[in-house]
């Protein structure tokens, strides 16, 4: 999990919570919004959660979102172990770092926003290309949803 910010056509900053699975490369997904903090990153995990169950664990930075009691309750309410990355060390957290730059070449590069409706249905659409559509050398060149159901069946 990680954060990226960009701003819409008014200049107004928005920032992206990107979620993904570093098993399958999925991105299980990315909810955009002006603030994002630890309670609204919770609920939206929360959200996640009731398609894709809780993880054991989950590798984040340590931001502040990431290191106040808010998040650090709610995962131990959940029986998940945070995974803190060392400080200034990004390749330790590589997947999600990777996948930003993909999103950010892909989406935020390339779209001036109008808002954040717009924002939030173009991201939308590219998940579900990037989640069914795209083949991950990593992955034996199939999809993330092709790998997830390969290794569910097995």
Same mark, same amino acid.
């Given at each position: 999990?990680?954060?990226?910010? /960009?701003?819409?056509?008014?200049?107004?900053? %928005?920032?992206?919570?990107?979620? #993904?699975? /570093?098993?399958?490369?999925?991105?299980? !997904? #990315?909810?955009?919004?002006?603030?994002?903090?630890?309670?609204?990153?919770? *609920? &939206?995990?929360?959200?996640?959660?009731?398609?894709?169950? &809780?993880?054991?664990? #989950? *590798?984040?930075?340590? !931001?502040?979102? %990431?290191? !106040?009691? $808010?998040?650090?309750?709610?995962?131990?309410?959940?029986?998940?172990?945070? /995974?803190? #990355?060392?400080? !200034?060390?990004? &390749?330790?957290?590589?997947?999600?770092?990777? %996948?930003? *730059?993909?999103?950010? $070449?892909?989406?935020? /590069?390339?779209?001036?926003?109008?808002?954040?409706?717009?924002?939030?249905?173009?991201?939308?659409?590219?998940?579900?290309? &990037?989640?069914?559509?795209?083949?991950?050398?990593?992955?034996?060149?199939?999809?993330?949803?092709?790998?997830? $159901?390969?290794?569910?069946?097995?």
């Amino acid at each position: 999990m990680d954060f990226m910010s /960009d701003s819409s056509r008014n200049q107004r900053r %928005f920032r992206t919570f990107n979620v #993904i699975d /570093d098993f399958n490369r999925e991105a299980l !997904g #990315i909810d955009i919004a002006v603030s994002l903090p630890a309670g609204r990153i919770t *609920r &939206y995990l929360d959200k996640l959660a009731e398609y894709h169950g &809780y993880p054991l664990k #989950i *590798r984040v930075d340590n !931001g502040p979102e %990431f290191t !106040g009691k $808010t998040f650090i309750d709610w995962a131990k309410s959940h029986g998940i172990t945070i /995974d803190y #990355i060392q400080p !200034g060390s990004p &390749y330790q957290n590589r997947y999600i770092e990777r %996948f930003n *730059r993909t999103y950010c $070449t892909e989406v935020l /590069d390339l779209y001036l926003f109008n808002n954040l409706e717009q924002a939030r249905k173009v991201t939308e659409e590219w998940l579900t290309i &990037y989640n069914t559509e795209r083949p991950h050398e990593a992955l034996n060149n199939m999809t993330p949803s092709e790998y997830k $159901t390969l290794k569910q069946a097995a």
